[in-house]
């Protein structure tokens, strides 16, 4: 059973930075499409950027493009968000998803119900 464990969020005044790590364990063989949401209260779950463990497919949801990265450190199977330039609009929980697929599609990385393994979330909070 993969495990994801989300880490790295905090609260931080506008235009500042934060980096979420997700690690992850219990992959096996076999690659993954790794993604990062986002879910504000009220408002739904909200597909951030994805990356796929093999290879270099990168996408990015419209709102966040320019100001966070999406990478990755295969060895430690461990994903990361580098947020910069935040603005409360990005205050949520941050949650991290794998599926284990042949890569990062752009018809399905930001729909939730793709994703099969999800983290428990970390808080990102944005003051103005």
């Known amino acids: 059973q993969v495990q994801l464990v989300e880490s790295g969020g905090g609260s931080v005044p506008a235009g500042g930075s934060l980096r979420l790590a997700c690690a992850g364990s219990?992959?096996?063989?076999?690659?993954?499409?790794m993604a990062w949401f986002r879910q504000a209260p009220g408002k739904e779950r909200e597909g951030v950027a994805s990356?796929?463990?093999?290879?270099?497919?990168?996408y990015y949801g419209d709102s966040v493009k320019g100001r966070f990265t999406i990478s990755q450190e295969n060895g430690k199977k461990t994903v990361y968000l580098q947020m910069t330039s935040l603005t409360p609009e990005d205050t949520a929980m941050y949650y991290c998803?794998?599926?284990?697929?042949?890569?990062?599609?752009?018809?399905?990385?930001?729909?939730?119900?793709?994703?099969?393994?999800w983290g428990q979330g970390t808080q990102v909070t944005v003051s103005s």
């Open positions: 990356i796929y463990s093999g290879g270099n497919s990168v």
């Open positions: 998803a794998a599926r284990r697929a042949n890569d990062c599609y752009p018809g399905s990385w930001a729909l939730n119900t793709w994703y099969n393994y």
């Open positions: 219990e992959f096996g063989y076999g690659g993954y499409c």
